[in-house]
């Protein structure tokens, strides 16, 4: 067998992934959370200690709205997104009951739209009639193929609501914990927790990007410069509100 005829049997008989490239899992939902939430926890607690800083709070006070931040904030990112992503995965099984419905009242009116879908994807009318009608031998798979191609998602990959939930919480938790890392070791400085702060924001935005595959800087100093926009914000109503007491 010469090496033309093995490369085209071996392209044939294996899965591309297998030789070529592969892709991490994407449709858990795990990733979008996960940075969600060490974003949030990152910039709302140092913006939190950076505005009660900025008002004259001593360093146990401090310590305590920030820990008290990171529980409230871990709490209400896991809800959040549990809530946010069961009501998506609904949505999108309500509207594969409606695609079930239609095929049951109309197959021919459904077999012509996919054929349509697929001749819009480049296929020839002809060979898009036949693979719609294909399609059609099964009515769960063609129910899952109009909900994909109509509204761009799969009714069989959704993501987890509860892997969402965890890995939000997680990471806001230890998001929330790098601003008062100082504080903790016992510094009594709210310098040192900003700047703490902004590291850390420049290591989520750097690790972020290894999972888009864009540049690290880039990714690194778009969380550098949200974060300070935030941290700005509250540091002046620090100033402005600032209480003697505290």
């Known amino acids: ?29 795990w990733l979008r959370a996960a940075v969600f939430g060490a974003m949030d926890g990152l910039v709302s607690n140092i913006a939190l200690i950076a505005g009660i800083g900025a008002a004259g709070a001593s360093a146990p006070i401090i310590v305590v709205t920030g820990v008290a931040g990171l529980v409230a904030g871990a709490f209400s990112m896991a809800l959040g997104e549990y809530a946010s992503v069961k009501t998506s995965n609904e949505q999108v099984h309500s509207e594969l009951a409606v695609e079930i419905e239609a095929h049951k009242r109309n197959p021919e009116g459904e077999v012509h739209e996919l054929a349509r879908h697929f001749s819009d994807m480049g296929m020839t009318e002809a060979t898009a009639a036949v693979a719609a009608r294909e399609v059609h031998e099964n009515a769960d798979v063609a129910a899952r193929v109009h909900i994909t191609q109509e509204l761009g998602v799969d009714p069989h990959s959704n993501p987890s609501p509860w892997v969402a939930a965890f890995s939000s919480f997680a990471m806001f938790g230890i998001g929330a914990a790098v601003p008062l890392i100082p504080y903790i070791l016992g510094f009594d400085s709210l310098l040192a927790g900003l700047a703490t702060g902004a590291v850390g924001l420049l290591i989520a935005g750097g690790i972020a990007a290894k999972f888009t595959r864009k540049s690290w800087i880039t990714s690194a100093l778009r969380q550098l410069m949200f974060g300070g926009i935030a941290v700005g914000a509250t540091y002046l109503v620090g100033l402005l509100l600032g209480v003697s007491e505290l």
């Open 1 to 29: 067998m010469n090496d033309l005829s093995y490369s085209a049997n071996h392209v044939r008989t294996t899965d591309p992934h297998d030789y070529d490239h592969s892709h991490p899992d994407i449709s858990g939902g």
